[in-house]
DNA sequence: GTGATGACACAAT
DNA sequence: AATTGTGCCATCA
C-alpha cells in the first residue's frame, strides 16, 4: 500500500509561514528574527528564520529579506560586509534611518501584524 | 551520527 | 553600556 506519509514536516511549514510573513512586511518598516520566528510559530528558532532567509537573496525574489534585522535593530551577516551594506542600503532607500552605530530605532519601525492568521500551538 | 558554524535572543557579569 | 555565556533551531562537513 502506498500510504503517501505527506506529513511535511514541521519544518517546512515554518519556514513557509516564515516566508510569508517577511513578505507581508512593507517597505519602511522592519522586523527582527525572533519576531518572525514567533510569528510562525516557533519562538526561539530566530536562528533558523535567517538561515531560510539566506536561500531567498536574489533581484527576483519575492521576500523583502532587508527587512529582517536583529533584536538590536542592527543589520546582522557577520563576515559578509557586502550583504550587510547592501541591506542597510535598501533600508535608508526605504525610509529606514540609522544611527552611526548602525542601529534603526525599532519602537519607530518595527512592523507588527494587525491580526493572527493561524493558530499557534507551541 | 557527531561536532562545528551561523543573517539570533536573552540573562548574567 | 559592553562582553561573555548559554540556549535554540537548522545546515554542513
Redesign the pocket.
Known amino acids: 500500500m502506498s500510504e503517501e506519509i505527506e506529513a511535511l514536516p514541521?519544518?517546512e511549514e515554518?519556514v513557509d509561514r516564515a516566508l510569508w510573513m517577511v513578505r507581508q512586511v512593507p517597505a519602511g518598516r522592519v522586523a527582527?528574527?525572533?519576531?518572525i520566528a514567533h510569528l510562525a510559530g516557533?519562538t526561539?528558532?530566530?536562528?533558523?528564520v535567517?538561515?531560510a532567509?539566506?536561500d531567498?537573496?536574489g533581484p527576483n525574489s519575492t521576500v523583502p529579506?532587508?527587512r529582517?534585522i536583529?533584536?538590536?535593530g542592527g543589520v546582522?551577516?557577520?563576515?559578509?560586509v557586502v550583504r550587510a551594506t547592501m541591506?542597510r542600503t535598501l533600508l535608508e532607500a526605504e525610509g529606514v534611518a540609522f544611527s552611526r552605530a548602525g542601529i534603526c530605532a525599532l519602537g519607530t519601525y518595527r512592523w507588527q501584524p494587525e491580526r493572527v492568521y493561524w493558530e499557534m500551538s507551541e
Open positions: 514541521a519544518l515554518f527582527t528574527y525572533g519576531q516557533r526561539r528558532a530566530a536562528r533558523a535567517g538561515n532567509l539566506r531567498h537573496i529579506w532587508q529582517i536583529n533584536a538590536s546582522s551577516f557577520k563576515g559578509d541591506q
